[in-house]
């Protein structure tokens, strides 16, 4: 560690066992399933070595710059990260599809503001792109240090301060933070995982250390123990590391009482490491050059692996993954060279431009990301989005409260040429919102008014809910999701809608095997801990299905039920880049396999029979995505005759998708007809 006041080689050589432990894991070599955890390694190592500056400063002058302190985070952190976040967004913009860039732009600001964790910790869930397609997603344990940054030297001066009972304090906060996370660690896992409340304790195990090791710390307690003494005692703490990096894996209740054997492992190499085998091993030169690298090599160690992984069908071999070694820590050793040392101190005092270029390219970088971010983020990626020059401009949009959930929000779609002819609501989960676009450009535009009311992941049938999956939030979120159609009930019967129309991803409920990485969705009727069964599953679909269409009916309603759209199998928007030559029609198992239309029918055999029933009573009308997007051999991700994508992931249409599927209705299926709105051409929007 070079800094401040005393260098550490054995900290340096610790560092490299950390970055190499984290980068063994994620690559997937065998034999080091737990190396992830040296990322926990880091957390104490920080604590320790942010903890001794400041003790040390506040003995040396009596006072503490809090001015100093983050300056010295700011040169230190964010000019490397910088320059590995505009790098990703050069290389990882013309390849990401189209969930994955919207989840890459979004942690852009994220990572930049130390938010990242918090970032990643909301998105998992429902729409959650894979863990190994984010490629700013190490970025979670940066943000996590610093905030600790942001509250840690206020609580260490009040503790110093305090002075007499300081030593009782640091333990009562360490041990509190131990259980914050055991607690955590067993009812929210992602929470402990991502968030600074349960990672706390690891970077307090160093802080303690360091108020028990720093000269000028009223803390301070000589050591007694002899140079063999520490150097087996350097010896356990490396052999706790290492064993913890071969024993624990990503199954294994971490962070919590398990972290400790890494934890208190690296306490004891931070006090004891500079002696014996240990000290020699640590202080090696090659070991120390990988220590000083090691923020640069893991801040491009994982963004590596996501590229390959990105642009190939199936994971990359061993002998490939072995060479992202070599590849990361080229990149490491130019950040560290170029951006890392010319940036972490400030200019001579006669240097002729002083500091104004580190300024201005941060300042200038940040403001670049920040903008492209936005402009992006805020646009469609070109290969979902309906034709230049086809969409309708007569449709006001408007945000309207959600009777009893103020969480939620209804969206409402108006003509503006012409009068208001029919009032539709569309009620459903996530597969009702990706018919927004097909509504305003074919129905809305001709006179109706479109009101949606949804929630993702909870089936708009009255009486029911999802089964979710998971002791922590399946009550919550069962009963949200009952609330929530309660709700929709009521919007559904009032007098002023003339037609309800009704989607949901209906296959994944219903369908025997999934054809997602979701395990089967199951419904019920109350906030349950049972399982339901499939068929007690469909006999619930039907028996609510029909009560719902019967409300309905007796409301004076017409009703137009939607069937899911085909499930791919397989987000294919994640496989529009692939590198030249991949294979994606022999490898049954490879991730950019799409499911042929015999497979799809299969699946969807129960629930299209079921609706199509349903769509011979009068006053009902059913709509078959099916027969639009499959033909005898294949189900389509992309329109045959444009090559324009028709779905945003796995199984959610794209703007242009959207808009083909409103439009077959009306042709094959009379949707205008039976909603009873005028077919009126004029102004009308066409797919070429």
């Not at 034999?31 to 104490?44: A, E, N």
């Amino acid at each position: 560690m070079k800094g401040q006041g005393q260098y550490f080689k054995h900290i340096d050589g610790l560092r490299a066992v950390a970055v190499l432990g984290v980068l063994l894991a994620h690559y997937g070599i065998p034999g080091v399933p737990g190396g992830f955890l040296g990322v926990d390694v880091f957390f104490v190592i920080s604590g320790y070595l942010i903890t001794r500056l400041i003790i040390q400063e506040k003995g040396r002058t009596g006072t503490f710059s809090y001015r100093r302190f983050y300056i010295r985070r700011f040169r230190r952190l964010l000019p490397a990260a910088m320059f590995l976040i505009g790098l990703c967004f050069l290389v990882f913009y013309p390849v990401l599809g189209t969930a994955d860039l919207s989840s890459f732009l979004r942690s852009i600001p994220l990572s930049i503001l130390s938010l990242a964790n918090i970032g990643f910790y909301r998105e998992v869930g429902y729409f959650d792109t894979a863990a190994e397609f984010k490629p700013l997603l190490h970025m979670w344990s940066l943000s996590v240090e610093e905030q600790f940054y942001l509250i840690w030297p206020t609580v260490l001066l009040a503790v110093l301060w305090v002075r007499r009972f300081g030593t009782g304090v640091l333990i009562a906060l360490f041990v509190v933070g131990v259980l914050v996370a055991q607690i955590t660690v067993s009812k929210d896992p992602s929470a402990a995982y991502f968030l600074l409340p349960a990672r706390a304790f690891e970077l307090l195990a160093g802080a303690l250390l360091a108020a028990f090791l720093a000269p000028l710390s009223p803390y301070a307690r000589p050591s007694t123990s002899s140079e063999k003494t520490r150097g087996y005692l350097a010896l356990a703490g490396i052999a706790m590391i290492g064993l913890s990096f071969a024993l624990m894996t990503e199954e294994s209740r971490l962070p919590g009482l398990l972290s400790l054997v890494p934890v208190l492992g690296t306490v004891l190499v931070i006090a004891f490491g500079a002696s014996g085998v240990v000290g020699k091993v640590l202080s090696l030169r090659p070991v120390v050059w990988i220590g000083l690298i090691s923020y640069s090599l893991y801040l491009f160690h994982w963004p590596v692996q996501v590229y390959f992984a990105y642009r190939m069908p199936i994971e990359p071999s061993i002998w490939l993954r072995l060479s992202f070694f070599p590849i990361s820590i080229a990149l490491a050793a130019i950040s560290y060279y170029l951006v890392e040392e010319r940036f972490r101190k400030p200019a001579p005092g006669d240097s002729r431009f002083g500091n104004i270029p580190f300024l201005a390219t941060t300042a200038g970088f940040a403001a670049l990301v920040g903008f492209s971010t936005y402009s992006l983020f805020l646009s469609t990626p070109p290969s979902a989005v309906l034709p230049k020059g086809t969409k309708v401009t007569n449709v006001s949009y408007a945000k309207l409260p959600y009777p009893g959930e103020p969480e939620h929000v209804i969206y409402r779609f108006e003509p503006t040429d012409r009068p208001v002819s029919r009032k539709i609501l569309l009620l459903g989960d996530s597969h009702a919102h990706h018919l927004h676009i097909g509504f305003i450009q074919e129905i809305v535009s001709r006179g109706a008014l479109v009101d949606s009311a949804e929630l993702p992941a909870c089936p708009p049938l009255f009486g029911v809910s999802r089964f979710y999956v998971g002791e922590k939030i399946r009550k919550d979120r069962q009963q949200n999701c009952l609330n929530n159609i309660q709700n929709k009930e009521a919007l559904a019967l009032q007098p002023e809608y003339d037609a309800v129309v009704i989607s949901a991803r209906w296959y994944s409920m219903l369908e025997e095997p999934p054809t997602s990485r979701f395990e089967r969705d199951k419904l019920t009727t109350r906030a349950q801990d049972e399982i339901p069964s499939l068929e007690d599953t469909r006999d619930l679909f039907e028996s609510s299905l029909a009560e719902t269409i019967s409300k309905l009916k007796r409301a004076g309603k017409r009703v137009v039920i939607f069937s899911q759209v085909p499930s791919l199998g397989s987000d294919l928007t994640q496989c529009q880049s692939l590198f030249p030559g991949s294979d994606t029609t022999t490898i049954r198992k490879n991730r950019c396999y799409s499911l042929t239309a015999e497979e799809m029918q299969k699946r969807a055999a129960y629930t299209d029979g079921v609706l199509a029933e349903f769509g011979k009573k009068e006053g009902v009308l059913t709509v078959l995505p099916m027969d639009l997007f499959c033909d005898e051999n294949t189900c389509h991700f992309t329109d045959p005759e444009t090559g324009i994508a028709l779905y945003q992931d796995d199984n959610h249409l794209s703007e242009f998708g959207s808009h083909k599927l409103i439009k077959w209705a009306i042709e094959q299926r009379d949707l205008l007809e039976f909603l009873e709105v005028p077919n009126l051409e004029k102004g009308m929007a066409k797919i070429n």
